[in-house]
């Protein structure tokens, strides 16, 4: 049994009564006015229920504890609400989930290390919420997020240094094409002045192994240091964001070799000496460099010979537009960060969910 009232005008609050439908295999009441909170009696449900999309309300309160051992819960999805507090532990039970999005919300909670126990879960999103602290896992766990796939933990106020341990155990990261299960995902794109992320610390080593990332995103923080010339080994990445950061030193030659980067952004950071050049560097413009004064070479006027020679006027950020960024990821990371100007930020939208969404539809409704 299916029951799908999505894009609606409903009001009021979700009846106790449709906790009864024992059959119940999807509940869609996404995108109307439901509002009050999330019936703790849906853990009746959780021996029939795949799909749970309440995404676009104004649902209030925190998320009951209500997902208790033999969940077939497959995707949850409670965005775009009011809904506040911790992150339930009892997800813990949801051994076959895959997709979690609790995306523009109130949430207040630490990173939740522990979900990485679920085995299926591709895709975590906790975007727009006052997530805090540092991205810690305990070292005697196997909380390794083994199949993630989409983690976007942008516009929070998460601390502390990169997690190295994450970057070495997404296995799911660095499967070959041939071996992957694709899941698209469209991305959109616009800018706002936000307070975000804080992450300090260098960008760790470990990421040269995420050799199928497509999308990195680490822009906005307080990373430290230099951009790693292991980060030419990400073959399939097509685009890559660093910008309004501290990195030092170049901007490593070894990113030449990257065939498939249709974007970069390395502005406003510390950078110095010449712009590599060849490959897809000859087709970025001046805008993805602006900001470091230190830098000379192709697309700069500032020839690398003539140190008080000075750049062409550069675009403000606030005029800057990126309307050549590619539209569609598989595997992205993305932990944007502190704005204190205009962010061009990379956050996923309606379309990732719908997307997923359709699938699970075609699949599970009877």
Not at 89 to 114: H, K, T, V, Y
Not at 339 to 362: D, E, N, P, Q
Request: net charge positive; glycine share 8%; hydrophobic share 40%.
């Amino acid at each position: 049994m299916n029951y799908v009232v999505s894009n609606n005008k409903l009001s009021g609050k979700i009846p106790p009564s449709i906790c009864d439908l024992h059959s119940l295999q999807l509940l869609d009441l996404s995108f109307n006015n439901i509002s009050g909170s999330i019936p703790p009696c849906l853990e009746k449900l959780n021996s029939s229920l795949l799909v749970l999309n309440l995404r676009g309300n104004k649902l209030q309160g925190t998320i009951p504890n209500a997902f208790s051992n033999g969940s077939k819960l497959l995707m949850i999805n409670l965005s775009e609400n009011q809904l506040e507090g911790k992150i339930p532990r009892s997800l813990e039970n949801c051994a076959s989930l895959q997709i979690l999005d609790l995306g523009n919300n109130r949430m207040e909670d630490m990173f939740p290390f522990w979900l990485g126990a679920l085995s299926d879960l591709q895709v975590l999103l906790l975007r727009f919420n006052k997530f805090h602290g540092a991205l810690k896992i305990p070292s005697k766990t196997n909380f390794t997020f083994s199949k993630l796939r989409i983690i976007d933990l942008s516009f929070n106020s998460f601390s502390g240094d990169l997690p190295h341990r994450y970057f070495k155990d997404w296995s799911s990261m660095k499967e070959t094409e041939e071996n992957a299960a694709y899941m698209q995902a469209n991305v959109n794109i616009f800018g706002e002045k936000y307070f975000c992320n804080k992450f300090q610390g260098e960008i760790p080593e470990a990421i040269k192994a995420l050799s199928n990332l497509q999308l990195l995103n680490l822009s906005n923080n307080e990373l430290s240091g230099i951009i790693p010339s292991s980060m030419g080994n990400l073959t399939n990445l097509e685009s890559l964001d660093l910008s309004s950061n501290k990195l030092s030193g170049k901007i490593p030659q070894a990113l030449v070799q990257l065939n498939f980067l249709a974007f970069i952004n390395v502005s406003f950071n510390k950078l110095t000496g010449p712009i590599p050049q060849g490959g897809q560097f000859n087709t970025f413009l001046n805008m993805s460099y602006m900001g470091n004064s230190a830098l000379c070479g192709d697309p700069l006027s500032k020839d690398c010979g003539d140190p008080k020679a000075s750049e062409r006027p550069t675009i403000s950020s606030a005029e800057a537009t990126w309307s050549d960024f590619p539209s569609g990821f598989d595997w992205v990371f993305i932990v944007t960060g502190v704005a204190s100007r205009l962010v061009i930020g990379v956050l996923f939208g309606g379309h990732l969910t719908t997307g997923c969404y359709k699938w699970f539809l075609k699949r599970f409704r009877k």
